[in-house]
């Protein structure tokens, strides 16, 4: 890569967390449960998904400003990898740079949501059929583990633990399948049903999320790429008819 010119600023290089297949293969505990080893994960990595959290969750509201020193000492993290982290949300639309205003979180657009499903139904299709192609045998018991950790989440109405699983089961099934352009297409659209989800949950029913999610990643796990698709399509038929629910209420 050539030089920039004299005065010019090389734009960062972008890595989002979800690209997972560059961390170290998870490792497995004495208990036999797969747990992701995130020790040596970049802190721009850590900010990122915190902040996601937190956006999603709308603990940070949709249109409200977004300030790097505030998000520092939420996410008990330094500036740098704060700035990083909100670089890349601006990059996928959850953060919107507003000239002389900063930085401000994207608003939900209700009305455009079943194109979001819509849109993330194929990737996720592609996503699953890989993954049950490529995963090794720690990254599919691992996603077990965190569809089952979202059913008993689920069972006891635990909200924050089922997203926790919810995002954990993303990561690693993002890893597993190697495919790096459809998981960099597909997390904006996955950050947008998750913050969609939170800020109309009363529509919803956690249970059968999280029944989805375990069919998919049964499926996946089984190495049954033909499986694995019919399981994307059963979690995306689930957010299709919740989302209907909210566009229809």
């Known amino acids: 890569m050539s030089a920039p010119p004299d005065g010019a600023v090389r734009p960062p290089r972008v890595r989002h967390a979800a690209f997972l297949y560059e961390m170290p293969t998870p490792k497995t505990p004495g208990n036999g449960a797969p747990a992701a080893d995130i020790g040596k ?3 721009a990595d850590v900010a990122y998904d915190k902040i996601e959290t ?8 949709p249109g409200s400003p977004v300030v790097e020193a505030e998000l ?10 704060v700035r990083e982290a909100l670089m890349r949300m601006v990059s996928i639309g959850l953060v919107v740079q507003q000239p002389r205003r900063g930085l401000m979180v994207s608003t939900i657009d209700v009305m ?3 194109d979001v499903i819509a849109t993330r139904r194929v990737l996720e299709r592609l996503i699953a059929t890989h993954a049950a192609r490529r995963a090794t045998d720690v990254q599919r018991k691992a996603l077990l583990a965190s569809a089952q950790k979202m059913v008993k989440a689920a069972q006891r109405g635990n909200l ?6 919810d995002q954990a089961l993303d990561h690693i ?5 190697r495919n790096r352009s459809a998981v960099k297409a597909v997390v904006p659209l996955i950050v947008q049903c998750r913050r969609f989800w939170y800020a109309y949950q009363h529509e919803g029913e956690i249970a059968e999320g999280a029944q989805a999610h375990l069919v998919m990643a049964q499926a996946i796990a089984s190495g049954n790429e033909a499986d694995a698709a019919r399981g994307a399509d059963q979690l995306m038929d ?6 209907r629910r909210v566009v229809a209420g």
Do not use: V
């Not at 689930?238 to 989302?243: H, S």
């Open 238 to 243: 689930y957010l299709e008819r919740f989302a």
């Open 41 to 43: 994960r970049r802190a």
């Open 160 to 165: 924050d633990e089922y997203m926790a699983a």
């Open 54 to 61: 937190l956006i999603s969750k709308l603990e940070i509201a």
């Open 173 to 177: 099934n993002h890893a597993a399948c």
């Open 112 to 114: 455009d949501h079943l």
């Open 72 to 81: 520092a000492e939420l996410t008990e993290l330094g500036r740098t990898p």
